[in-house]
């Protein structure tokens, strides 16, 4: 991959890597908070100590979200600095981040349904 000079390219291509690892931060940072509301809250409207295993199951996941996060950014930006075209191979993250989404609204429709009115 050719770089173009500074100043003659339409954009900063490390510009683009430090924007998404930035937006995954954000969503590792919702789960966890997500998951930190739920630990405090479905135990007692739902009852039953069993509710605080999706709480920490997200925030588990969200460790786990911003760890691989992390490492990405870190392997984009050594290639990308190296003059290598900026990726890493594999779909491993896309795919666990993929169920545990799926997961998470299983679990969030299972609550749903198991919660009895009043």
């Known amino acids: ?3 173009p000079e500074r100043g003659t390219g339409p954009f900063d291509p490390g510009l683009q890597l430090e924007r998404t690892s930035l937006s995954w931060r954000r969503t590792a940072l919702s789960v966890a908070v997500g998951s930190l509301v739920s ?3 479905l135990p007692d409207w739902l009852g039953g100590a069993g509710w605080v295993i999706p ?6 996941l969200a460790a786990v979200l911003w760890a691989v996060s992390r490492r990405r ?3 984009f930006m050594l290639r990308w600095s190296l ?3 900026p990726r890493v191979g594999g779909a491993l ?5 993929a169920a545990g989404v799926a997961s998470a609204g299983l679990l969030g ?3 749903v349904l198991s919660a009895q009115p009043g």
């Not at 709480?55 to 588990?60: D, H, I």
């Not at 993250?93 to 981040?97: E, K, N, S």
């Open 1 to 3: 991959m050719s770089h």
């Open 39 to 41: 630990l405090r809250l």
């Open 55 to 60: 709480g920490m199951v997200g925030l588990l």
């Open 73 to 75: 950014h870190h392997t």
């Open 83 to 85: 003059g290598h075209e």
């Open 93 to 97: 993250a896309l795919m666990l981040i």
């Open 109 to 111: 429709l299972i609550a």
